[in-house]
């Protein structure tokens, strides 16, 4: 297993414009998360899946951003009308249901700018 | 209300000697607590873990130590080499839990 992917490495998108991310996980992780790191300060929990049901999304999440895991495989994430305050490096990572002392497998991030 | 807390944002240690990164927290109902460890360009890498059962936990030059009186963890890098320094992040969590909460990270600089 290569691990988890996430593509794209890097957005460049103009304000006002949709984007979406891809993340494929470790494929024996039933659990997937969706994280976003600004500069200087730690990832910020945004989602996260169980198999390809959503268990909690974070009350900080504006109804812009909307996230997917059809068949419990690969996830994406939207962010729809994209806006400066979105640029962030954003994080997926995956795990085993209870196997936290495990701790996540982080993907390397999809940096996003928002001119 | 920031949970988990690191309030030293670098640390600047010489080789051979012990790296001491501190973290604190408010949730007394966390259960784990768990470091990474991040280099530039690469998501967080699992470094190790900590139960709140327990009050120490050790994986080679890695020591985790859990206060729970105090809400307070730490994590002893001995001895510290170059390629260790990177950005640690602490995080908790409640067992049966899906997310992590992180603090902002300790920037940590090991010098030859």
């Known amino acids: 297993d290569t691990g988890v992917s996430q593509d794209p490495r890097h957005k460049i998108t103009k304000r006002g414009q949709n984007v979406t991310f891809r993340c494929d996980p470790i494929?024996?992780?039933?659990?997937l998360y969706w994280y976003r790191q600004t500069l200087g300060q730690g990832p910020e929990f945004l989602t996260y899946?169980?198999?390809?049901?959503?268990?909690?999304k974070s009350r900080l999440l504006s109804d812009r951003f909307s996230a997917e895991r059809p068949k419990g495989s690969f996830s994406t994430l939207e962010i729809q009308r994209t806006e400066q305050g979105d640029s962030a490096m954003y994080l997926c990572?995956?795990?085993?249901?209870?196997?936290?002392?495990?701790?996540?497998?982080f993907g390397s991030g999809t940096r996003l700018t928002v001119v | 209300d920031q949970q988990v807390k690191q309030n030293s944002p670098s640390l600047s240690v010489q080789e051979g000697r012990i790296s001491i990164l501190n973290c604190d927290y408010t949730?007394?109902?966390?259960?784990?607590f768990l470091w990474y460890k991040k280099y530039p360009a690469e998501g967080p890498t699992f470094l190790i873990s900590?139960?709140?059962?327990?009050d120490k936990n050790e994986d080679g030059r890695f020591t985790v130590f859990l206060n729970k009186s105090a809400k307070h963890l730490s994590l002893h890098i001995v001895p510290s080499q170059p390629g260790d320094s990177a950005v640690y992040f602490c995080?908790?969590?409640?067992?049966?839990?899906?997310?992590?909460?992180f603090g902002d990270g300790t920037t940590l600089t090991v010098k030859p």
């Open positions: 990572a995956s795990s085993l249901e209870g196997g936290i002392n495990y701790g996540y497998t």
């Open positions: 900590i139960s709140s059962i327990k």
């Open positions: 949730n007394s109902m966390f259960d784990y």
């Open positions: 899946f169980q198999n390809e049901a959503q268990l909690e």
């Open positions: 494929s024996e992780h039933n659990r």
């Open positions: 995080a908790a969590a409640y067992t049966n839990a899906g997310k992590s909460t």
